[in-house]
């Protein structure tokens, strides 16, 4: 598989992600719909593991990177179907596109890897305005908005500390060892997560939400963990950050188009300069030396 090929499935999948998250929780809550898509995704997870005849290996670096992909993607999936209870499908997406700036800031400290410079310090400013304007919103749509624009931004936080915490132990696994450790971690927080706080299966699901958990179950966990991590292992952690500038953009018009969500102007404006801002934070030194060449 190559990496730019894994690269657009992540980003595919990643773009469908917020919506299906949204109808997962239509029936039987947002935490039965996060626990059914994970215990699933481990199922099909093994069955991989089975056919490809791979062994998974324990040893220390293999348990730590285990570890600290299980404990993010329960905390990042968690608040972030949380989240998705009170804000648009299409503005979950946008505010977990300031991944790159979180993970850049991460990798600078944990990594060593090169992360403010004035073209970056400028996309930031950018990004921040950009979330002014939509958290500005969120205060005019009231509280409920504010908790599901902060249940991302917790997300982002925890998916970034994750993603660095995989690079700097820097074990070689293959993806599906990652993915399956990951979620046999994962699976047990989210089991005693749901049964804490709710316990109550549904009495009845609707053909979206079973589906959604189905899809999100395979290619959201499954498949689409297996090509994170494969481009994670590969390629720098800030790079790729990157899949996060792409999907809000297709998020927002599948938010729309499938769901009949409407942004307020002041929220598309935002999301605007939260983009431009990313774009800027990741690609301004080369604009700015092409325009010097030029």
């Keep these: 598989m190559s990496v730019p090929a894994a690269f657009l499935g992540v980003v595919l999948i990643w773009a469908t992600t917020p919506l299906a998250i949204k109808w997962s929780s239509e029936s039987g809550g947002f ?123 917790i997300s982002v936080l925890i998916h970034s500390a994750s993603a660095v915490w995989i690079k700097r132990i820097g074990a070689r696994l293959h993806p599906l060892e990652t993915t399956t450790g990951a979620l046999l971690i994962a699976v047990p927080l989210f089991v005693a997560t749901w049964w804490l706080f709710d316990g109550q299966p549904p009495t009845a699901l609707s053909p979206r939400a079973f589906w959604a958990i189905i899809y999100l179950a395979v290619f959201g966990s499954a498949i689409g963990f297996v090509l994170y991590y494969f481009v994670l292992h ?39 300069l939260v983009l431009f801002g990313l774009a800027c934070f990741e690609w301004g030194e080369i604009w700015q030396r092409r325009l010097i060449q030029s």
């Design 31 to 153: 935490l039965f719909g996060v626990t059914a898509r994970m215990l699933i995704g481990v199922f099909v997870c093994l069955v991989l593991v089975a056919l490809m005849s791979r062994r998974m290996r324990w040893h220390r670096d293999a348990s730590l990177t285990y570890v600290a992909a299980g404990v993010g993607i329960w905390g990042a999936m968690t608040s972030v179907y949380w989240a998705s209870q009170f804000i648009p499908s299409g503005l979950v997406s946008v505010l977990f596109g300031l991944t790159p700036v979180a993970t850049a800031l991460m990798a600078a400290l944990w990594l060593g890897e090169r992360a403010l410079t004035p073209t970056r310090l400028l996309g930031i400013g950018l990004g921040i305005a950009g979330l002014s304007l939509i958290l500005n919103q969120g205060v005019a749509l009231g509280a409920q908005a504010i908790f599901g624009i902060t249940g991302v931004l």
């Design 234 to 272: 590969r390629i720098q952690a800030s790079r790729v950050a990157l899949i996060t500038l792409i999907t809000p953009v297709l998020a927002l018009m599948l938010g729309q188009m499938l769901n009949g969500e409407v942004l307020m102007p002041s929220t598309w404006i935002g999301s605007a």
